[in-house]
């Protein structure tokens, strides 16, 4: 009777402690930055970091969403209020590619540093991870690291 009562204490802890773990199964879905100048923006997201712009029917003049190659999007929004930006504050993405985009940034004379402020350089985090930071023309910091998860 006690291994019985053990066995269902053991499921029942096991399904509660999974449940809690997003049980509502979130995903990132979009972010949604301010820009002053959306043509600037709209360059830097299409032309630096090559995302894809979604075409939307109906979407204001002052809003345009790009996509990320796993459907994340973000959404550019222009507005002249601008919240102040810390690199502390910032978005981060992945590529396997982190050599070839900083052989890229380099060719084409955009600015990017490593945490601590290096220019043209990496740093690595405790997990292994290697890491850039670079500015879009509104000064949002942006991360970008080799992370393969």
């Given at each position: ?13 096991f ?7 997003n ?5 990132k ?11 600037a ?24 969403w ?17 919240p ?11 590529t ?33 991870v ?17 992370n393969?998860?």
């Amino acid at each position: 009777m006690k291994l019985r009562y053990f066995a269902v204490f053991l499921i029942f802890g096991f399904t509660a402690a999974k449940a809690q773990t997003n049980p509502f199964e979130f995903r990132k879905d979009h972010d949604a930055i301010l820009v002053k100048d959306m043509d600037a923006s709209v360059k830097f997201y299409k032309e630096v970091l090559g995302l894809e712009e979604i075409p939307i029917n109906g979407l204001p003049d002052y809003i345009r969403w790009f996509r990320l190659g796993d459907k994340v999007q973000i959404h550019l929004i222009e507005s002249e209020d601008i919240p102040e930006t810390i690199k502390g504050a910032h978005m981060s993405l992945s590529t396997a590619k982190l050599g070839e985009l900083m052989a890229f940034l380099e060719t084409n004379s955009i600015p990017f540093e490593n945490w601590p402020g290096e220019a043209n350089t990496t740093n690595t985090r405790p997990d292994g991870v290697k890491q850039i930071y670079l500015q879009d023309p509104d000064g949002y910091w942006i991360e970008i690291n080799n992370n393969s998860l």
